[in-house]
C-alpha cells in the first residue's frame, strides 16, 4: 500500500513521531509549511487563539500530491483542544483527493480528549479513519511509544 504521511509540527514532536513512522512503513512524508510564522511565545498565542476560532491558513504547495497515495496518515499536534491550523486547513483543501486515512495527534495537555479531537477530524474529512494514533508530548520526548506505535502499525495493516 502507498502511503503518505502528511505532517506539521511547531515544536518538532510531531516530526519526530512522523519520520519514526515513516521509518516502520517505508512511507513517503510531506511537511506542511505553513505561511503564518508560529515560533516562539507570540507563536503559540496565535496558534492557540487561531485553533478556537477555526481560523484557516495559507499553506505553501505541496512536493507530493496526496491522490497518488493509497493511504495519507495526517499528524497533528493539538492547539487548545482542536487540531492544528495548517493541518485543518490542507484537510478543507484535499478531502476529496484522499483515499483511505490514518490519524496521529500528539498533545502536551492532559487529560487527553482524543476520542472528540478524532471524531472532528473524522467528521471534516467526511470518513472514518483506518486507525488513531493518540501520544503525549512526555511519551514522543521519552522516547516511550513504541508499544503504541506498534499497535497502529498493526492496525494498518488488519
Known sequence: MRT???YYSRTKTTKAV???????LQADTEELIDTK???GALGYIS???DAMKGAKT???ELKKSPADYDLVII???IWAWKPSVPVTTFIDEQKDNLGEVALVIT???QPPKQVEIFATME???????????????MQVKQDKYSEELRAFVTALHS
Open 37 to 39: 510564522k508560529r515560533e
Open 58 to 60: 495559507k499553506l505553501e
Open 75 to 77: 499528524a497533528t499536534p
Open 18 to 24: 512522523a519520520l519514526k513512522l515513516a521509518e516502520k
Open 123 to 137: 467528521e471534516q474529512l467526511g470518513k472514518k479513519s483506518m486507525a488513531n494514533l493518540h501520544l503525549s508530548t
Open 4 to 6: 503518505l504521511i502528511v
Open 47 to 49: 496558534a492557540g487563539r
Open 107 to 109: 498533545q502536551g495537555a
